[in-house]
Nanobody, 120 residues
């Protein structure tokens, strides 16, 4: 079994910053990719930022404001969010593509979600 545990959400004023963390644990043979998605009320879940093989990608709405980083030794991914806007308000979910045993293909795993609210 694999668990993803998120932390770091909360309430912040517009223009403020938050840092999300997500630690993967359990029966991990190898981790291929990690990233962050978000889902606002009434909207579909969208990819915010991802990292794989040393490369990163971001949705246009957060480019220049959010930074994703990964500590492979700790199987942990971070999302530094600066210059937050009310439109960033959503539940943020950690995602990882993990292979648990060599003989099986990698599977998708999700965290429980953490609320980020940007409001004055």
């Amino acid at each position: 079994q694999v668990q993803l545990v998120e932390s770091g959400g909360g309430l912040v004023q517009p223009g403020g910053s938050l840092r999300l963390s997500c630690a993967a644990s359990g029966s991990i043979f190898s981790t291929y990719a990690m990233g962050w998605y978000r889902q606002a009320p009434g909207k579909q879940r969208e990819l915010v930022a991802g990292t794989s093989g040393g490369s990163t990608n971001y949705v246009d709405a957060v480019k220049g404001r959010f930074t994703i980083s990964r500590d492979s030794a700790k199987n942990t991914v971070y999302l530094q969010m600066n210059s937050l806007k009310p439109d960033d308000t959503a539940v943020y979910y950690c995602h990882a593509l993990i292979r648990t045993v060599p003989s099986r293909p990698p599977s998708d795993y999700w965290g429980q979600g953490t609320q980020v609210t940007v409001s004055s």
